[in-house]
């Protein structure tokens, strides 16, 4: 199987930039309807161990941390 280099870049580039944006939805928009996410501590990685700080086994568990994190850094509503 071939990889086109560009694309994967271009992909990376488009998560990154979708992050820092805080465009959550069109970031999980970039997942596969099945996929898994997780963030392994560099420390943990460096030592073989499998531990993550944040582990998503599906797109709906994926959905709801995005939608916890979206209520966390909405601001409060004005009165």
Known sequence: ?????????????????????????EWLGLFA???AYQIVPRENLDHGL?????????????EDRIRALQAQTRPPAMS
Do not use: N, Q, T
């Open 1 to 25: 199987m071939r990889v086109d280099r560009a694309a994967v870049y271009d992909l990376l580039a488009e998560y990154g930039a979708l992050i820092d944006a805080a465009k959550f939805d």
């Open 33 to 35: 309807r099945e996929c």
């Open 50 to 62: 499998p531990a993550a700080l944040i582990f998503c086994d599906s797109r709906a568990m994926l």
